[in-house]
């Protein structure tokens, strides 16, 4: 037996700003959607490299507010983009942890939060 990865589900309420977010902002692609019919739910994964992210509007898999840290090579160039970027909801910086870690933060418009950290 082998465990191979962990996929969070992070809870969006909008489909537009979660995509706004995630693909136009952090960079992310869209890999797949699916809802049961046309009026449900929306539930997609979206992914950059090998990490990736399942979103959805279904209110019983999870809770608004989750953290999620996603480990980085090179976090000053990550920081570098997201700040190139015209996003006016987010101008994170570069905080140092006392535990020696660098980490960007970052929260989407449903209140989670990613902290990018190396």
């Known amino acids: 037996m082998e465990l191979i990865g962990t996929t969070p589900i992070l809870r969006i309420f909008d489909e537009e700003k979660a995509k706004e977010f995630y693909v136009g902002y952090l960079g992310f692609k869209v890999d797949w959607e699916h809802r049961f019919e046309a ?12 990490v990736e992210l399942h979103l959805s509007e279904h209110h ?7 953290a999620v840290r996603i480990g980085v090579k090179d976090l000053p160039e990550l920081h570098r983009e ?3 970027k015209p996003y006016r ?23 989670n939060r990613i902290v990018f950290y190396e």
């Open 39 to 50: 009026d449900m739910p929306l539930y997609l994964q979206v992914s950059r490299g090998p």
């Open 60 to 66: 019983g898999d999870c809770t608004p507010g989750a």
């Open 82 to 84: 997201l700040t190139a």
């Open 89 to 111: 909801f987010s101008r994170p910086g570069i905080e140092d942890q006392p535990w020696g870690a660098k980490e960007v933060s970052v929260t989407d418009p449903f209140g």
